[in-house]
């Protein structure tokens, strides 16, 4: 029998990092916090609002982000993002994806040059069509640049619950000696009885996974909102995780990493769950609510509305043809009706599966599609 007990040994030298900033004290930010923690690592929390900070340190509880969940005891948070980062041998970068270009300046210019940043946003940059990993290497240039990702609600794992994660980092070639690569340290650092990552060399599948899921899950929530059922959702989850890989691959990602944790995993997850705030965000305006209805004025980050946008952006400068996004996007960005929007998409040209094919029949009842959803959707 294989001796794993030594294969285990030899490979678990990798260095931990036994100092960790996390910055940003929203859920996610939190939720990986307290996993570090679970880990045995010191953990220093950044909260951009004192009164969080205090919150935390005084109550044990994040109420606003994580309502009810008691916070591990050594979770320590601050507001001064310096005092966070100052001994950190690792940072993790929690903060909405919109915000992480001035965070990661301002933590490069803090942190010692050699530490290495995680980015744990999923998204693409409006303007640039950067993945965040490409925002953090240019606002951070030098430094050792890498990203969480994978089907994570921080609900659960703050609560512990069973959780798998993807961790990539940037270092050129995978060679016999992973023990100084960062994603391999990081994961390393952060695992526990429940929290088990992975480790991969390509970012960018794991980034496309994570960006392109929450447009694909605003979309199904939209047609669970309008009354269609689970066959409906089952196509969107499939074709949607045919359009990440298209873009994956054109970016210079793997089908392998689509299948994964951070593309097929976080897709089945995000799409079938009112735990997720895009599937939820999609559902009532499935159901005809108005965006700004939505939330009655407490904002919540729902990423997949802004890179409804940037993705499909994205996709036409590569020329990467990906129809549940467009689908999504004008509905969210141009206000075509639902029923039409759909109408465009399922009674588009009849293709080959797979669609590499190249293959398009006519839809025999194009028409009638766009008579039917057209009048019966709002
Ligand atoms: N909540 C979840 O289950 C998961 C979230 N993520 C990703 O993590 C990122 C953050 O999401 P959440 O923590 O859930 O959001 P959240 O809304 O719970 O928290 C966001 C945090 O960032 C802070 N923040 C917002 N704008 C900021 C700015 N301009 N500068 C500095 N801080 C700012 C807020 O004060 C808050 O502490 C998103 O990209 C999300 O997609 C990824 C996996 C799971
Ligand atoms: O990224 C997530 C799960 O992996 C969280 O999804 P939501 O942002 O839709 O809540």
Redesign the pocket.
Known sequence: MKDRSIEFIQSSNTGLYDNVAVI??????TALACVLVRAGRNVTLW???PELAEEINSTGLNQR?LPDIPLPEGLRAVSDMGEALAGAQAVLI????V?IR??TEQAHALAAPEVPLFI????VEKGTHLLMSGIAEDAAPGRVIGVISGP???VEVAADAPTAVTIASNEPEWDKDIAHHAAARMAQSMGTYSFRPYVSNDMVGVEIGGAVKNVVAIACGILEGAGFGMNARAALITRGLSEIKELAVAMGGTRETVTGLAGMGDLMLTCSSTKSRNFSYGRQRGAGIAHDAVFEGKPV?V?GHGNALTVTDLARALGVFMPICEMTRSILHDDVPIGHAFAEYWAAPLQAEPRALDIEIAHPAAEAAFTHYGSELP
């Open positions: 940003g004290a929203g859920a996610w930010g909260a951009r609002r982000y929690v903060t909405p994806s915000s001035e965070i744990c946003a999923k998204g994570t609600f921080a980050v990423e």
